[in-house]
């Protein structure tokens, strides 16, 4: 988890000039698209098919890790999303240059939920996830 949060933060910073993006409310087309490839790549994880997630990765994360890393990273440092469970995604907001963020919260069959914040690139493919941030975890003893 660290190596990939690390990396989200990097990437962030390089991205923001080491200031937070200004996002506003997406209008519908960027919410969808963003949406679906959020939604893609948590089926496949809960599938266990680390190759279709993987596809779903920026260029900058497949630059950095392969098929194969990227499965350890996620299995190792995001468990809740390969868990089957459900999904609530939150608003979609953009910077209008290629930047959006998401909020997504996994809740599992014990009603514990986690929260990530996905950031993604527009690419010439379409939106690219480039880095899941934990934000909230389900607190200790809960059950």
Request: with cysteine.
């Amino acid at each position: 988890m660290t190596v990939w949060v690390g990396l989200c933060l990097v990437c962030l910073i390089n991205r923001a000039g080491a200031a937070e993006p200004e996002l506003r409310l997406s209008p519908k087309k960027i919410r969808d698209e963003v949406r679906a490839v959020v939604e893609a790549q948590l089926a496949a994880l809960r599938t266990g098919d680390f190759e279709t997630a993987y596809g779903f990765a920026a260029e900058g994360i497949r630059r950095q890790f392969d098929a194969r890393l990227f499965a350890a990273m996620i299995k190792r440092g995001y468990p809740a999303l390969l868990r089957p469970g459900q999904s609530d995604l939150g608003v979609v907001r953009d910077n209008g240059a290629g930047l959006a963020q998401i909020l997504v919260t996994v809740t599992d069959r014990q009603n514990r939920s986690t929260v990530y914040r996905y950031i993604l690139d527009k690419a010439e493919a379409g939106w690219r996830i480039s880095g899941v941030v934990l934000e909230q975890r389900p607190p200790r003893g809960d059950t």
